[in-house]
């Protein structure tokens, strides 16, 4: 975080990585692929503390705002990774969790369509919820975040629930 303050993120060498955290570099390649995985390795920080917190909540609602919350603790360095590296970390890094973002988006307690999509679409259904939730996720980090996480949370749950393609099952 502090070399993305001096310069672009394309432009940081693992030499100055390495140096700036005093370790050499044997150790950063014990560790981490390449200079992306560092990014990685932070989101799934991120994640697994959404996981941890969302455990026993049934409700999308719950679900959603446990995930803004989660966020919103680590909104200095999100909002920096999307200023300083580039703005589609977010979706990079944020689609790896796509089984999380599925298991909370389908939890909506609605009546059965009579228009809902047949059996082999749904992973398509989920597929296109999930980015939409992502998407959504980056446009609030790149306004910093300034929409509170109750408004956030009710905002994804009713678009997730209002989506065409919901039809009601988990």
């Not at 693992?14 to 390649?29: H, L, S, V």
């Not at 970390?89 to 047949?118: C, E, H, M, W």
Request: one cysteine or more; proline letters at 2%.
């Amino acid at each position: 975080m502090l070399l993305l303050k001096e310069k672009e993120f394309d432009k940081i060498t693992i030499k100055e990585i390495t140096n700036k955290a005093g370790i050499a570099r044997q150790t950063f390649y014990r560790n981490y692929v390449d200079k992306n995985d560092i990014v990685q390795k932070y989101v799934d920080i991120i994640f697994s503390d959404f996981v941890k917190h969302l455990d026993g909540k049934i409700k999308s609602l719950d679900m959603c705002k446990c995930y803004f919350d989660t966020l919103k603790k680590y909104q200095q360095s999100l909002i920096e990774l999307t200023q300083f590296y580039d703005s589609e970390v977010i979706y990079k890094t944020f689609s790896k969790y796509l089984d999380i973002f599925a298991g909370f988006l389908k939890q909506n307690n609605l009546p059965k369509r009579s228009d809902a999509f047949p059996e082999h679409l749904k992973k398509y259904q989920i597929m296109y919820q999930v980015g939409g939730a992502i998407f959504i996720t980056a446009e609030w980090v790149n306004r910093k975040m300034k929409t509170p996480v109750d408004k956030m949370a009710n905002m994804l749950e009713t678009i997730s629930a209002a989506n065409y393609f919901h039809d009601g099952n988990d």
